[in-house]
């Protein structure tokens, strides 16, 4: 199997490690730290997560701006690049530990109201420690989109699991020595600095990577600024929609809603790894098609249509089995298997995040494609416009709705524009055929409808035990694969699935 399969392999077994880690450590979390220390917890990773602004998108333009050298096998371009960003990362890393500093300090002014003074001044130390290892992620992701554009998936997903099973490993222990939140903190930054080591040893001894900081191209710096300035008002569109509803719920609602809140946000946050572990690895793929047809002059945009139909149809399979089953036993998960009852409202803020998504999250390979034909400036302009909306709405309907208000803002303005305006866009502008895409999902949803029958049934029955449960459950995989095969799969899909190819 090559770089992509084995990549997409460990992407999900990256995906179901992190389920399992999430489904065992959160509870463990809430049991040591109690539901208020949680959504304070929850809470400072969220504002610091706004530090992350400071990349101005640069993480998002190396693999266009490397494949333009290497396309012309230009390997002292590349180095040149490498120093570029790397200078860049640099500096921003300083200025985020100075700002997360200074945020911290005056935290309090932000969120007195429904906060007491001690969950406050807890934000505040937590703050300072995610601000370090914020800082720390700047030049980790350049070892991260090297290896990337480079094609080497293996290692990549490898080095991420590895991340993401030493957090809880360490978190425990100090859970249970009693350094609660704090804890986990340190835990988050110890695996980041691990991580961090392991990519730049890879990418410096193993592949090559080279960097020269000799007289900075500022004439490509300028170009990688302007390209990269509207993937910053992407970043910042996440940021917002994924963000602040727990800001906004905490400063108007209170730290227990901010938890049971973050618990839908945390079952979206899987839901959209499950999408971007199959389309992450055609980065490099779409920019040399791209690059190619410049270098050409040839139209490619019939083989990214083709493309992105292909790998669309493959999302689109596994985010509705996830989402029909998630409906069918979510509820009892959530209430019963994983939390309590006090989170009942988790579940229905994770399916008011998790619905709008479908239709992007099937796109993931043209956001790329907007990318390589330096097209993206529409998407991130409609998108902060609907950020804006989504922080009107949100503020009143949170006040009287609480977490699931705020969820239902996030949901009508991501509709807005993923659903309606940028499928438009796609077809009219980009020059994709979005008549051919949408009419191959719309034939794989046929074997798609008996389990979605089925769910509904279900629904009207409670699920009384965990036998129940799993009998739900496992009805609902056998019917949906059943359907599926049959009457939704086309010819490669079915050899892809039989030969793994």
Known sequence: ??????????????????????????????????NAEYGVYRLSISIVSYLGLLSLGFAGSYVKFYYRY????????IAKLNGLFMSFYIIVSLIALISGNIISENIGFFLQGKMAPSEISLSSGLMKIFTLNMALTFPASLFESYMTANER????????????????????????????????GIAVTFATVSSLALNAYYCIKKIGMKFNFKKPDFLLFKEIA??????????????????????????FVGSIAVATYSIGAVINQLFLATSTAVSNVFVPQVNRIVEKGHKENKNMNSELTSLMTRIGRVQYYILMLVLIGFITVGHYFITVLWLDSAYTSSYYVALILVVPVIVPLIQNVGIEIQRAKNMHAFRSLLYLLIAIFNVIISIPLAKKHGDIGAAIGTAIGLTIGNVFIMNWYYHA?????????WKNILQATKGMLPAALLSFLFLKTE?????????????????????????????????LLKKGE
């Open 70 to 77: 290497k396309t012309h096998d230009n390997e002292e371009g």
């Open 463 to 495: 699920t009384e035990n965990l036998s129940t449960f799993i009998l739900k459950s496992a009805a609902i995989l056998v019917v949906y694969i059943f359907f599926v095969w049959h009457f939704s799969f086309n010819e490669y899909e079915k050899k």
């Open 226 to 251: 302007i390209f990269s300035s509207f993937l910053f008002f992407n970043i910042i569109i996440d940021q917002i929609n994924w963000n602040v509803d727990q800001f906004i719920i905490g400063k």
């Open 1 to 34: 199997m090559n770089q992509k399969k084995t990549g997409t392999i460990l992407s999900y077994v990256n995906i179901l490690i992190s389920t399992l880690t999430t489904l065992f450590y959160t509870p463990v979390m809430i049991k040591f730290l109690g």
């Open 153 to 184: 998936f293996i290692v990549l997903r490898i080095i991420m699991l590895a991340r993401g099973v030493l957090n809880p490993f360490l978190g425990v222990p100090l859970l249970i020595l009693g350094y609660r939140s704090f804890g986990l």
């Open 429 to 437: 502008k980009v020059g994709l055929d979005m008549s051919f895409f």
